[in-house]
């Protein structure tokens, strides 16, 4: 290598010097495996050129996003054992992860500003902030400086464009993520546009720079389990909203390496919402189309592994009804020129929930991963398919099998050991995931990837609520409508860390994804629903209310497609009885689904604003603390 390449530098128009041959292949003494580097704007080779030097990889490899490129890496992973070829499918692939990585962390998940109340609200002394965690300049630099420096050493650090939205759209954004896990370049290759025509697009505009390394340099320690490198004692997936910056480091899974995702699309997103005039939420986004052929669309915001993916594939149970999936996951959302809110799905593909999907609950989901898709944690039997919790019957029908031969199957458990149907543990992690892609659904929306997006006529709040809450309410106006989505409670998932059934407080659907202050975040919620522009209707829905002796009230599912109005009450309007299209259940308790237990109500009041003095304190809009009240007086007038 020459003395000129070695000692390269920043220009001063803040370009690497690229001149030479040598330099081409190299920056300072790293080489490049694959693309051209000469080729990327300043502003890229920059952010190329010092995050490598600082982690120090054995060599760049810059993504096409081609199919020949998703392939060679397969090829690759599928020899060392990272992959498993999943035989009775065409293209798809197991992965098994180190026990310890399975699940986003919320506990390590930081958002990085100068002033703490531009990421948390002013909390009373000795309350713990729950919607986002804040971290100051000085410590972050510090837990950068003990994580990141020489962290890529002896693995190549793969530099991967992508778009979150149609690449060109007027909503659409572009983001760079260097990761040294080939498993991130697979997914992000399937979660978003990805490849030589982000670039392109991008020109010589800014990009949001997301950092992504497993934590775990070469020579390696640890022992590594599964082939799957990773670093659970130090993880940080760390946000400056500000910069429009991701550092992630020490866990290769979902939401926590993909940054496109949760990191880009929600905690920074949000910001740019905020700055921009647009919001970036939780939700699923699917077009309804009734019996008379009329199409609506509608965004939902659930909890993590609450039912966004099957709500948005749903198969309606009553005849005439047609339901297209937009996206199962994020909206961005703006309100138009002509004063309608309009969202596009910034994803590629669905990042979902394996357990519990099934031809009865999911068929559409089913179908969207035959083919090109990677199942990860999830169990294999020995005929190569994949297994999960859920499936039981329908392999056992579609096999013709007696209860006993099913019990017999030979499978490979999430873990990697031998277990049959009927043995202790899962068969597969409860947050085991497909990833596939969204232009494989056979209801995909054919304006799914409209640039402009579809106009949202109503969003949709829900959780998981065993008790108290009726299936269906609509709110009285866009404020309490506002007030509910900050009310939003659910039960713990396996989407996280939290561990049992605790119903906890996860407003908008958004606890775990918050990147700026909440308060304020529910201002620019109440500002940008203002006239001139035509504020979509609030539902709260539930499917999950439970009998005394805990077994599921509404068959969910299918069945969530039967709604209409309603009658006023304390919380909002409830649909009457008669209004609902009950044809086929089973027999209902009608009453007990839509009732609204006064002394439920009452407690639930007085912790609501216990939890928005606590959590939200001198931050709560005005006009939130006015429906409060309201809403308190309604229910002690039950
Ligand atoms: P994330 O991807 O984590 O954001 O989850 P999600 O909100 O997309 O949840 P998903 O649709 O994947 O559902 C999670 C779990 O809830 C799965 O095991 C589903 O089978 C189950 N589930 C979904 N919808 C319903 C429903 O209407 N009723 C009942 N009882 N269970 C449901
Ligand atoms: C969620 O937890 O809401 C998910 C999965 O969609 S992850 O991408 O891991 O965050
Ligand atoms: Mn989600």
């Known amino acids: 290598m020459t003395e000129e390449c070695r000692s390269l530098k920043p220009l001063e128009n803040d370009a690497y010097q690229v001149v030479t041959e040598v330099v081409t292949h190299k920056i300072n003494h790293i080489p490049i495996y694959k693309g051209d580097f000469a080729s990327l704007s ?7 050129a010092e995050k490598a030097e600082l982690m120090n990889p054995s060599g760049i490899y810059i993504c096409d996003g081609s199919q020949k490129e998703f392939d060679t890496i397969v090829d690759k992973l599928v020899e060392r054992g990272v992959l498993t ?70 693995r190549p650090m793969y530099v991967v464009p992508f778009s979150m939205g149609p690449i060109g759209g007027p909503l659409s954004k572009i983001g760079i993520e260097l990761t040294d896990s080939s498993y991130v370049v697979l997914c992000m290759k399937i979660m978003t546009r990805m490849g030589a025509k982000v670039l392109e697009a991008l020109g010589d505009q800014d990009f949001v720079r997301c950092i992504h390394s497993v934590g775990l340099p070469r020579p390696v320690r640890q022992k590594v389990i599964n082939h799957w490198p990773c670093n659970p004692e130090k993880v940080m997936i760390a946000h400056r909203p500000k910069e429009r910056e991701i550092w992630s480091f020490g866990s290769g899974y979902g939401g926590n390496s993909l940054l496109g995702k949760k990191c880009f699309a929600l905690r920074i997103a949000c910001n740019i919402g905020y700055d921009e005039g647009w919001l970036a939420e939780h939700m699923l986004i699917m077009g309804i189309t009734n019996p008379e052929g009329k199409e609506r669309f509608v965004a939902a915001a659930f909890p993590s592994a609450c039912g966004k993916t099957n709500l948005a594939m749903l198969t309606p149970t009553v005849p005439g009804w047609k339901i297209r999936v937009v996206g199962d996951d994020i909206a961005w959302m ?183 202050n909440y308060g304020r975040y529910l201002q620019h919620w109440l500002d940008l629903g203002k006239a001139p522009h035509k504020a979509p209707k609030i539902f709260h829905v539930n499917w999950f209310r439970e009998t005394s002796d805990h077994k599921f009230l509404w068959p969910g599912f299918g069945d969530n497609i039967r709604n209409d109005i309603a009658v006023e009450t304390a919380i909002g309007y409830v649909p009457k009885r008669g209004s609902i299209n009950l044809e086929g259940l089973p027999r209902l308790d009608w009453n007990e689904l839509m009732s609204i237990p006064k002394s439920y109500w009452e407690e639930d009041i007085d912790e609501s604003k216990h939890f928005l003095e606590s959590q939200v304190g001198s931050d709560l809009p005005s006009e939130i603390q006015q429906e409060l009240d309201n809403l308190e007086k309604r229910i002690h007038a039950l």
């Open 42 to 48: 300043p502003k890229v080779q920059r952010f190329i």
């Open 334 to 516: 703006k309100f138009g020129e002509d004063g309608r809110l309009y969202a596009i799905n910034p994803e590629a593909g669905f990042f979902g929930v394996a357990p519990g999907t099934s031809h009865k609950t999911n068929a559409m989901a089913m179908e969207t991963f035959q083919k090109n898709s990677i199942f990860t944690n999830v169990a294999e039997t020995a005929d190569g398919e994949y297994f999960w919790e859920g499936l039981e019957k329908e392999l056992r029908q579609q096999k013709g099998w007696s209860e006993e031969q099913l019990h017999n199957l030979e499978i490979t458990n999430w873990l990697g050991d031998r277990w049959h149907v009927g043995d202790e543990g899962k068969a597969a992690h409860p947050n085991s995931r497909f990833t596939c892609p969204a232009s494989q659904c056979p209801i995909i929306h054919p304006d799914w990837e409209a640039p402009q997006g579809v106009p949202i006529d109503a969003i949709i709040f829900g959780g998981r609520r065993p008790e108290g809450v009726p299936l269906v309410f609509e709110s009285f106006s866009w404020q309490h409508g506002i007030l509910v989505g900050a009310l939003v409670k659910s039960e713990a998932t396996a989407a996280a860390e939290h561990v049992g059934k605790q119903v906890m407080h996860d407003p908008m659907a958004m606890r775990p994804f918050m990147g700026y």
């Open 85 to 154: 070829p999943l035989k009775a499918y065409e293209n798809c692939y197991l992965c098994r992860t180190d026990p310890r990585d399975v699940a986003r962390v919320e506990s390590k998940t930081w958002m990085v500003t100068k002033d703490k109340y531009d990421s948390v609200c002013h909390t009373p002394e000795g309350v713990r902030p729950i919607m986002g965690q804040w971290m100051s300049e000085e410590q972050f630099g510090k837990e950068l400086d003990n994580r990141f420096p020489g962290c890529m050493a002896g």
